[in-house]
């Protein structure tokens, strides 16, 4: 097997997957191969300068072995691409704590400041039932709640309110700017405690039990969620198409 050693490669990952699947052709090969020599095949008879000859059945088999082994040579060729794209493959490392809670605060974020961004204030009070909390209200509620993360990761004290009053907020863009400013203190938090810091123990005033950091940070990031899908049924009650619901350009 001379082609084998001349094409082997000093990668082990891709000397292990030429030799499995070469085994696996030339295993294939051998079946055709004896097959081929169980068949019978009827004399043929060719014109000849000395006495007719027969082809033996053999014969047409060994034919085509040279053709057999170019093919399995020529797939040989292929087998350093299929083993270094399995080579590539391999999976890049976890990030980082830190850095996975800020991009999971500053995702769902840039959902919300889109929708705040994007809905026309004249729709800013809207809501799909009166018992139900206005457009304009879920942003500031989902906003305002967030300060439960920043303010005690931060070392201070959470905030008197849940809710935002309305009447402090009075336009769309103090309410946009307001939910701007809530995510990026937030963000500036997470980077502030850094891969350390997620793991320090702070009190979660809702359930009045020690946490982790990262761990109330995923809290609000569910909870901002929450109210996201929940804006975007206000979006379509109103007969119109969430931001990210949009065709992209």
């Known amino acids: 097997m001379l082609w084998r050693l001349l094409l082997a490669p000093k990668d082990r990952a891709i000397r292990a997957t030429r030799r499995g699947l070469c085994d696996a052709i030339l295993a294939r090969l051998d079946s055709f191969h004896i097959a081929l020599a169980s068949l019978s095949f ?3 008879h060719r014109p000849s300068t000395m006495a007719t000859a027969e082809i033996l059945p053999g014969e047409l088999s ?5 053709f ?8 040989s060729l292929a087998l350093p ?5 399995a080579k590539n493959s391999t999976p890049k490392p976890a990030d980082p704590p830190a850095k996975a809670v800020l991009a999971s605060w500053n995702d ?10 994007d809905f026309p204030e004249d729709k800013y009070d809207f809501k799909p039932t009166p018992a139900q909390r206005s457009f304009a209200e879920q942003l500031l509620h989902a906003a305002g709640a967030n300060y439960y993360f920043t303010n005690l990761a931060m070392g201070q004290k959470p905030p008197a309110e849940e809710d935002p009053k309305r009447d402090q907020y009075k336009t769309k863009a103090d309410i946009v700017a307001f939910v701007k400013k809530s995510f990026a203190d937030g963000a500036a938090a997470i980077q502030s405690k850094g891969d350390k810091g ?3 123990l702070l009190v979660d005033p809702f359930a009045h039990q020690q946490t982790r950091v990262s761990d109330m940070a995923y809290g609000l990031i569910e ?4 109210h996201y899908g929940q804006l975007v049924v206000y979006y379509r009650v109103a007969g119109l198409v969430p931001p990210e619901s ?3 350009k």
Do not use: N, S, T
């Open 68 to 75: 057999l082994a170019l093919a399995l040579f020529a797939a």
């Open 81 to 85: 691409a299929h083993a270094q794209d």
């Open 198 to 200: 997620m793991h320090d």
């Open 42 to 44: 009827p004399p043929r």
């Open 246 to 248: 949009r065709p992209k």
């Open 223 to 226: 909870h901002c969620g929450e």
């Open 108 to 117: 769902v974020g840039r959902k919300l400041i889109a929708m705040a961004e």
């Open 62 to 66: 060994m034919k085509r072995l040279p």
